[in-house]
């Protein structure tokens, strides 16, 4: 399995997550067994028990629905403080325009990053990193990487309780490095020097929305950039998009045959 497949497969089963719970699948062919009865009128004792039993079941969902768009909103707020972080960095600082990104020099950037069309560097970078540097981030500026990542955290809003997400958001980060060290690596480029690089990168913070040159360093990545080889690229990534999408459909199809008994 291709790197770009498991990719896709991962940010279909992210957008899957956020819009089944929304999807209303009616059913002709289910059954309904049993007889109608007369409603019940159900009357509460002199002291009101319950009536407050009902208030109680409405206060905590309102707290529950409170409670949800304000997480909600912190998120998408953390989000938007990442990136006036980024806007703020293309204040005062030296801009290269080149045919197909800009190369943002400052000495504001501890880490460099990428995002969207712009490559963010430190001006007192070794001009042999930078090379390494760049090849690194252009990769992840060509295959369109922010905006897989600006997808996910979006969607991050409002699943931000669904663990699905954040295992999603893993993989996909995962996969976007992995691509980059293929492409940096392929490229001629020396892997004692690119290890060497990405080690002494691990102290300096980035942008959240950043596809930044430190993140997601594991032992496995190390091991990964020797064998270059995609045919069983993220198995257990794929495995579990495919069963996360039958899950969900398989929910959201009980949900609603109940709701039509």
């Given at each position: 399995?291709?790197?770009?497949?498991?990719?896709?497969?991962?940010?279909?089963?992210?957008?899957?997550?956020?819009?089944?719970?929304?999807?209303?699948?009616?059913?002709?062919?289910?059954?309904?067994?049993?007889?109608?009865?007369?409603?019940?009128?159900?009357?509460?004792?002199?002291?009101?028990?319950?009536?407050?039993?009902?208030?109680?079941?409405?206060?905590f969902s309102q707290i529950i629905?409170?409670?949800?768009?304000?997480?909600?909103?912190?998120?998408?707020?953390?989000?938007?403080?990442?990136?006036?972080?980024?806007?703020?960095?293309?204040?005062?600082?030296?801009?290269?325009?080149?045919?197909?990104?800009?190369?943002?020099?400052?000495?504001?950037?501890?880490?460099?990053?990428?995002?969207?069309?712009?490559?963010?560097?430190?001006?007192?970078?070794?001009?042999?990193?930078?090379?390494?540097?760049?090849?690194?981030?252009?990769?992840?500026?060509?295959?369109?990487?922010?905006?897989?990542?600006?997808?996910?955290?979006?969607?991050?809003?409002?699943?931000?309780?669904?663990?699905?997400?954040?295992?999603?958001?893993?993989?996909?980060?995962?996969?976007h490095e992995y691509q980059a060290?293929?492409?940096?690596?392929?490229?001629?480029?020396?892997?004692?020097?690119?290890?060497?690089?990405?080690?002494?990168?691990?102290?300096?913070i980035s942008p959240y929305l950043?596809?930044?040159?430190?993140?997601?360093?594991?032992?496995?990545?190390?091991?990964?950039?020797?064998?270059?080889?995609?045919?069983?690229?993220?198995?257990?990534?794929?495995?579990?998009?495919?069963?996360?999408?039958?899950?969900?459909?398989?929910?959201?199809?009980?949900?609603?045959?109940?709701?039509?008994?």
């Amino acid at each position: 399995l291709s790197y770009n497949f498991r990719r896709l497969l991962i940010l279909i089963s992210s957008v899957a997550v956020a819009i089944f719970p929304l999807i209303n699948i009616t059913s002709g062919i289910v059954p309904q067994f049993g007889i109608n009865l007369e409603p019940a009128i159900i009357t509460g004792d002199s002291d009101g028990g319950v009536v407050t039993e009902l208030f109680s079941k409405a206060m905590f969902s309102q707290i529950i629905y409170y409670l949800y768009f304000t997480i909600c909103a912190l998120y998408l707020l953390f989000l938007l403080i990442h990136l006036i972080k980024i806007i703020l960095l293309n204040v005062g600082s030296e801009h290269v325009y080149l045919k197909t990104y800009t190369l943002i020099i400052s000495d504001h950037v501890q880490v460099p990053f990428s995002f969207m069309r712009s490559i963010y560097i430190n001006g007192k970078t070794d001009d042999n990193e930078k090379e390494y540097i760049i090849k690194h981030e252009y990769s992840h500026i060509i295959r369109g990487h922010s905006l897989d990542v600006v997808l996910i955290n979006l969607i991050s809003i409002f699943q931000w309780f669904n663990p699905f997400i954040t295992l999603f958001r893993r993989f996909l980060i995962e996969t976007h490095e992995y691509q980059a060290d293929k492409d940096v690596l392929e490229g001629g480029f020396s892997i004692d020097v690119y290890r060497s690089l990405l080690l002494s990168s691990q102290f300096g913070i980035s942008p959240y929305l950043s596809n930044s040159f430190n993140k997601s360093l594991t032992l496995k990545r190390f091991k990964k950039m020797e064998n270059l080889n995609q045919k069983r690229a993220g198995f257990i990534a794929v495995a579990s998009s495919l069963l996360t999408l039958t899950l969900l459909f398989t929910v959201v199809s009980l949900s609603n045959a109940k709701d039509s008994l």
